[in-house]
């Protein structure tokens, strides 16, 4: 178990550093995982070279252990409601479509933001009389809006400037649907939600604490090379969106 251990905390230090390396957000989980693992390892070679001895008192084990089962079962249960939203692809003839933005590279749309657009520009070729709205303000790095990056890229994708709709204020998914509602007007229309595949669960979960009544998601690709990643800090984004009642 220790060899599993050891192979766990270097793999976790190394995607860490990974991360790190292109400034990815919320790395710092992985550099806690690898601490965890290594703690592991120590504390079973502890057990190896000082027999019948107790590192821990045995009270104590019990409530770490009990501890430890919860929280890995409420990790597993929230994962499962995330993968629940990994593979919609929204109704068909919706009203809206809403692009959530991601970052821009100063005025080139990340990874991220042109898998969102290829899935948005894919459904609004297919359903010609839904209306998108671009949804993204400016942030540190980026020279022009998020919805301003969204709305070249479409248009050069072939889709109609006049069913694009730009909301540039929001900074965040909470905001990206509360702006957005003040655009549609009513929140009974028929709204699709067009964001990463791992993130349509709470972007829904936002949607509905907000008062959308006939929401859909629209799951975009993410890059599998960081997929594992996604899914934890989704977690934990679920977790503090609970924790302050946006959901």
């Not at 934990?236 to 009642?245: I, N, Q």
Request: hydrophobic content about 45%.
């Amino acid at each position: 178990m220790q060899i599993l251990w050891l192979v766990l905390g270097m793999a976790s230090l190394l995607y860490f550093v990974i991360l790190v390396s292109i400034g990815m957000d919320f790395s710092i989980i992985w550099l806690c995982g690898a601490a965890v693992f290594f703690g592991l390892v120590f504390l079973g070679h502890y057990h190896k070279t000082h027999p019948g001895a107790h590192f821990f008192p045995t009270w104590c084990k019990a409530i770490l252990g009990g501890v430890l089962a919860v929280g890995l079962f409420v990790f597993l249960l929230v994962e499962v409601f995330i993968f629940t939203g990994m593979f919609q692809h929204g109704e068909k003839n919706l009203d809206y479509v809403i692009v959530l933005g991601a970052q821009v590279k100063g005025e080139v749309p990340s990874k991220a933001l042109t898998l969102r657009l290829d899935a948005a520009a894919e459904y609004l070729k297919e359903n010609p009389e839904s209306k998108a709205i671009l949804s993204g303000g400016r942030g540190p790095g980026e020279d022009i809006t998020e919805a301003e990056a969204m709305r070249r890229y479409l248009t050069v994708a072939g889709i109609e400037e006049n069913r694009l709709i730009l909301e540039d204020k929001s900074t965040s998914t909470e905001e990206n649907l509360k702006y957005s509602a003040q655009l549609i007007g009513s929140k009974e229309d028929k709204v699709g939600i067009v964001t990463n595949n791992f993130h349509v669960f709470r972007a829904m979960q936002l949607g509905k604490k907000q008062g959308y009544t006939n929401l859909s998601g629209i799951a975009a690709a993410s890059d599998p090379r960081f997929q594992i990643h996604y899914l934890v800090r989704e977690f934990f984004a679920l977790v503090k969106e609970k924790l302050v009642g946006n959901i």
